[in-house]
């Protein structure tokens, strides 16, 4: 399952070692803005006695109806975040012939690797503004997967990072998410388990300054949101604004950003796994306030995603049952149905193996059975 390689002459990678500058959050906004009310978990609860139970009630409605929450006390400590920012802002400052080194392969679905802001949307004369680097799992497995110099220079660092989001976040939620649902607790843990091959990474991201006019052309082709492909999605606070969710009454509400907060959000295989009973929500990236429109919006994210291992069959839920969600055919274990990493690998080929990012509103993206819109107004 290890990404194939990218039929590419590589540029040979610097051999001085790169500087890693500081990076700090900026200002937040002064703006008054119609936050969206997000549920907060503090996993500093998660070990107390009765703590999981009393954090799943609180994570149910979050998870179900709204599909977005915040993360606090993670036992994560900030200047790791920091450091981790500062990777990335230092990447992005990288030449871009060094950053080309290892470009994520689209042809095959894989989001390894770097992300070019190369692709013009529409015919507005606008490219993207994004860039991001993607960076695998520290397995046996992957260890074959190209990595940038920053990254080769700081593995120790960053791969620790990686499994402690795992061990102090994603595999605490995986267990309160099964709580919820009536079934063992390892069951998601067991799903998206770490130490077997997926396409999990670890995400620097920036959204690089656009003037307001190139904001409004680029906005003006496309207000959809989208949801995310996997099944949790982890983003660190960075104080620019410019995520919007859509609420559960249709409305389009920005996220706060939360002093040492992590965003949380349930993606599509979650869905597909509960039947929709949790909820993949809609989110889109806008224009930043006025007071932060020339300040690069640098991302941490991490994307955890099901492997090879585990079907897209929906949980065999107790919960989901009385609900009347689960089919005759949800139940039979015989049924041949899609794994995670291969419906994953196809989402990602259909949205991003292009160089015109055109209009989808109204259409959606279908794989072996598994259904998910591509835009939403």
């Keep these: 399952m290890a990404p194939s ?24 906004t002064a703006e008054d803005l119609e936050w969206a009310p997000l549920t907060t978990i503090d996993l500093s609860r998660f070990d107390e006695p009765g703590g999981k139970e009393e954090l799943a009630r609180q994570l149910y409605d979050a998870a179900t109806r709204v599909g977005f929450w915040t993360v606090v ?45 190369s692709r013009w949307i529409g015919d507005t004369g606008v490219k993207e503004n994004i860039e991001m680097l993607n960076i695998q799992k520290p397995l046996d497995s992957l260890k074959d997967v190209p990595r940038h ?30 709580i919820i649902l009536e079934v063992p607790e390892n069951y998601f843990v067991d799903a998206h388990d770490y130490d077997v091959e997926s396409d999990d990474h670890l995400r620097y ?16 082709y496309s207000k959809g949101g989208h949801t995310d492909f996997g099944s949790l999605t982890l983003l660190f606070s960075q104080h620019v604004a410019g995520l919007q969710i859509r609420t559960p009454e249709g409305e389009w509400k920005w996220v706060k950003p939360v002093e040492g907060g992590i965003t949380c959000n349930a993606a599509d295989t979650l869905s597909f796994l509960t039947k929709g009973f949790i909820k993949s929500t809609v989110h889109r990236v806008v224009t930043p306030p006025k007071d932060q429109i020339n300040i690069p919006r640098l991302g941490l994210l991490y994307f955890c995603r099901p492997g090879p291992q585990t079907p897209m069959r929906a949980v065999p839920s107790p919960v ?46 279908e794989f072996n059975g598994l259904k998910v819109q591509n835009y939403y107004d």
């Design 149 to 178: 110099q920053i990254v080769k220079e700081n593995w120790e660092e960053i791969s620790a990072f990686h499994r402690e989001l795992w061990d102090k976040v994603l595999r605490k939620l995986f267990i309160l998410l099964a």
């Design 5 to 28: 390689a990218v039929d590419i002459e590589p540029t040979p990678q610097a051999t001085k070692q790169v500087l890693v500058k500081p990076w700090s959050r900026p200002q937040y």
């Design 320 to 365: 989901l049952d009385r609900l009347g969600l689960l089919t005759d055919d949800d139940k039979d274990p015989n049924k041949k149905v899609p794994t995670g990493t291969e419906y994953v690998r196809a989402r990602v080929k259909d949205v991003h193996h292009k160089t015109v990012l055109t209009k989808r509103e109204g259409t959606s993206f």
């Design 73 to 117: 006390n993670s036992g994560i400590d900030d200047s790791k975040v920091l450091r981790q920012f500062s990777f990335g802002n230092t990447f992005f400052k990288q030449p871009l012939e060094e950053k080309r080194f290892f470009p994520c392969n689209f042809a095959e679905g894989e989001y390894f690797g770097y992300r070019e802001n």
């Design 205 to 220: 991201m920036i959204y690089n300054v656009r003037t307001q006019e190139e904001w409004d052309k680029a906005q003006g």
